[in-house]
């Protein structure tokens, strides 16, 4: 069942039992101080009754010094003729045998024994359809004690009764009907934060990332509403972050095939053509160059795709080194390939970080910058303190790179001539890799680069303050 019409029903079940428990005590209540009244009213009349008889009673000639039958009878029908109301009567004699009863008089004969000296008793009681009072008293008149019961007619009272209970049924199910058409109106209003809530979770189980449920109040279903857009916008986001990792993924391994297929088709043909013809020795030298070469491009490739993965999964442990260490070991090392074509500069200074993993990153921004470069251009590498941490900067006056480029070359595999960095050995994973490693250094590659300029690489090591507080 809808939670509306749960709403619905369990109010209208409270609504009925409160105004139908409230209307039967009411019309009870008026009905039971109106019965008192009656009864009270037919005590009276019956102290009225013994009075009016008593006097009649006195009024007997004198030669009787007792009440005869004849004159109660008498007396009792004189009274009776002189109402108004419809009263009916009965007298007894002392053994409790009528002597006088009215026509119609129908009552019990239960107040009859129970009527004292005392006590007046009364007793109320239907017939055929009509209510009546009924009460006894003792008539003390010339010598005898009589029972006089009286009858009145209450049927009105109960007819009242009905026709209050009548008029209140009718009103119960006016207002049960009203009051259920105006909580209908109601129920929908409050449960519309949650029919949009459903609605926008339908919607995203059926993929829609981007819905957001409509808030329309302020109280609490107004707050989940809020919750749960937030919690859909997280969602939308984990989301778009795996279907990207998982887009990279796909583009990593379409890259990886492409880069293994052209070595390998290369070393393939070479090595077919060796085996199935006789060469000359010039030729036989150039295929075997081929095969090594190409097998040296594999070689480093898996290399630095292992360093890759290797990174993606490291915990560093960065130590303190003097800036001249590092600078000086880069000079070292391409001294010989470069002569004096790299020229550096450099703030003597503490550098924090994984001595190792630097170095790498140095070595391939730096071997970047000469593969972008002329013959005899010059590569600057330079080092500085600045309030981040230490800054390194390797600029060269190469081709430059555009700058739509800049977000793709940091990707495995990517080259933006492909053609110019395969012939020059390269891969597509050097920048990949210095990316990984300045993550872990909390760092990350600044390019500026203009084409047919040059370019500038940067990046700042923070300082060991920094990495104290990273833990
Ligand atoms: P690998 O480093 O794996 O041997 P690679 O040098 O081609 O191969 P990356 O170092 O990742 O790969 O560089 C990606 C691409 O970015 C390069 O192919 C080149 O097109 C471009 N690039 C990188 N550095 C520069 C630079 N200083 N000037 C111009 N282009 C550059
Ligand atoms: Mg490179």
Redesign the pocket.
């Known amino acids: 069942m809808k939670f509306i019409y749960k709403i619905l029903f369990c109010s209208i079940i409270i609504l009925s039992l409160a105004l139908g428990l409230s209307g039967y005590l009411l019309v009870n209540s008026v009905f039971q101080s109106a019965l008192e009244r009656e009864v009270e009213q037919a005590l009276n009349d019956s102290t009225i009754l013994r009075f009016a008889f008593e006097t009649a009673a006195l009024n007997v000639p004198t030669k009787y010094d007792l009440l005869q039958d004849a004159a109660v009878r008498q007396i009792g029908q004189r009274m009776e003729s002189g109402s108004e109301s419809g009263r009916k009567l009965r007298i007894s004699d002392e053994g409790k045998q009528p002597l006088y009863q009215s026509e119609g008089f129908v009552g019990s004969d239960s107040v009859l024994e129970q009527i004292t000296e005392q006590a007046k008793t009364w007793q109320i009681f239907p017939d055929n359809g009509r209510y009546y009072v009924q009460t006894g008293i003792v008539v003390n008149a010339l010598d005898r004690n009589l029972y006089l019961e009286a009858q009145n007619d209450i049927t009105a009272v109960f007819e009242e009764r009905a026709k209050g209970f009548s008029v209140y049924r009718k009103v119960t199910l006016f207002m049960i009907l009203a009051s259920s058409a105006l909580m209908f109106f109601f129920s929908t209003w409050l449960t519309k934060p949650i029919r949009l809530l459903t609605r926008a979770t339908r919607r995203m189980t059926m993929g829609d990332y981007y819905y957001r449920a409509r808030q329309v109040s302020d109280d609490e279903l107004g707050q989940l509403t809020q919750d749960f857009n937030k919690m859909a916008a997280e969602l939308e986001s984990t989301i778009g972050e795996l279907k990207d990792e998982i887009t990279a993924r796909e583009d990593f391994i379409g890259a990886f095939a492409h880069e293994l297929k052209t070595p390998l088709t290369a070393i393939i043909g070479y090595a077919d053509l060796l085996r199935s013809r006789k060469l000359d020795e010039e030729k036989q030298f150039l295929s075997a160059n081929y095969i090594y070469t190409e097998g040296k491009r594999l070689e480093?490739?898996s290399f630095?795709l292992l360093d890759i993965i290797v990174t993606k999964r490291e915990q560093i442990n960065p130590q303190e080194v003097s800036a001249e260490t590092l600078f000086e070991y880069m000079r070292a090392m391409f001294r010989e390939r470069v002569g004096d074509r790299l020229l550096i500069s450099f703030d003597s200074g503490k550098v924090c970080a994984e001595v190792n993993l630097i170095k790498s990153v140095l070595l391939?921004?730096i071997?970047?910058?000469f593969?972008?470069?002329g013959e005899n251009e010059v590569v600057e590498l330079h080092g500085r303190e600045t309030p981040r941490g230490y800054e390194f900067l390797?600029i060269?006056h190469?081709?430059?790179?555009p700058e739509q480029?800049f977000k793709r070359?940091?990707e495995?595999f990517?080259?933006?001539?492909?053609s110019?960095?395969?012939s020059?050995?390269?891969?597509?994973?050097?920048?990949?890799?210095?990316a990984e490693i300045l993550r872990l250094h909390n760092s990350e590659l600044k390019i500026q680069?203009e084409v047919g300029k040059?370019?500038c690489?940067s990046f700042i090591l923070p300082d060991k303050e920094s990495y104290e507080e990273m833990d």
């Open positions: 480093s490739m630095r391939n921004l071997d970047n910058a593969k972008a470069s390797v060269d190469g081709i430059g790179i480029e070359i940091t495995a990517y080259m933006v001539d492909k110019r960095s395969r020059r050995n390269g891969a597509g994973l050097g920048l990949a890799l210095c680069s040059g370019t690489m």
